[in-house]
């Protein structure tokens, strides 16, 4: 009896540790299908299609077989579409548990497919101009420039030189400005036309078309900021600057000391006097990379009026009773053209004019015209030209 009974007791141990041993075989063959970082839950025993040329990744092996079944290629080379979602099985995928599926939130989603709930949500961007009580900027620019329109001198030949230059300068330019903005337009606030044209650009907005201004302008010969002015005939009166004073090219807003230390001279390099020659340069308020300003203002007016000319003298008798219609010097003016290039607050002015009266400033947009125009004029303005 008891050795019937040991028998009997080392069968039941035996069958007891060959359950264990099944069990954990399912175990294996459940977790086969799933895909996870641990390798040591997929079997070794995982086929591979017979039928394939080339060997299926880990990755791919693991999410689309099951073992026990021949292996069936994910769909697009394992590779997700941007229309499908993570819950998605393709006809061809066998049967998967929807439990091992990634969720929604998963790193591995493709951010196309998935949206972010609206507490994520990146606020939307508009690309029309805010209106006019607004200060974003559009996305498309900061400063306000507008590239050159090559269109907008697709009459004026290449080949054009001298007077016949300056005619067709004055054909167009008279086809293209459909209105003056008016000297008393142009206000003596920024609130007034001048902010579209000399603004300082870190105060820059945009109105209702999408055309930037600014709260603050910029003084012509120093570069403050202010926020009331008075305006400098950049061609005086007294030679026929009235001529022209309601063209917005022409007057510039400056402060008041600033403006008086002129007085009608010509602009003449190194000269400081209120009649018989000026430079920006040589006053202590002065940036000198207006003396190209002034010289590409001085030759747009000579384009917007006809009666007006220049000449190679530092001064002039004038009187505000009998205009002389002149400005002066010449050779300076062509020398600050090529010595101080054409800036950014220009482009911005001329954009700005461009809207306000549908003309631009042609000595801006190609500064060469200026040698091409007066270059031949004299020996020195040849010299200076290069010529």
Known sequence: MKRNELGLLIALVALTISGCTTTSKKKVKRHSSIPDSSESLVSSKTTTNPTSKNPTSKES??????EGTSSVPVSSASTPTSEASSSTVTTAQPPVSTS????????????????PSSSQEPPSISVTPPSSSSSEVPPSSSSGTTPIDNTYYASISNSLEGNDLLKAL?????????????????????TKAFKYTDYDPSTVQYDQNGQPYGTKIVSFYSGNTMTSF???????????????????????P????????????FYVEGKCDGTYGWDPAEEDFGDETYRGDSARIIFYCVVAESKLSLIESEYHQTSNSNRDNLMGKLSDMLKWNLQYPVLD????????????????????????????????????TRSICGM
């Not at 040698?371 to 020195?380: F, P, Q, S």
Request: hydrophobic letters at 20%.
């Open 345 to 380: 607050r220009e482009q911005r002015r001329n954009s700005g004019a461009e809207y306000l009266q549908g003309n631009r400033n042609p000595f801006i947009d190609h500064p060469e015209y200026a040698c091409k125009i007066w270059g031949a004029t004299n020996e020195t």
């Open 254 to 265: 400056t402060i008041p000391e600033e403006n008086g230390s002129r007085g009608n001279s």
């Open 61 to 66: 092996t693991s999410e689309g077989t099951i």
């Open 100 to 115: 091992a599926q990634p969720s929604s939130s998963s790193s591995e989603q493709p951010s196309s497919v998935v949206l």
């Open 230 to 252: 008075n305006r400098e005939h950049v061609w005086p009166k007294s030679h026929g600057g009235n001529l022209v004073e309601d063209d917005i090219h022409m007057p510039r």
């Open 170 to 190: 004055q054909s167009l330019n008279k086809t293209k400005k459909h209105t003056e903005v008016t000297y008393d337009g142009m206000g003596t606030t920024s």
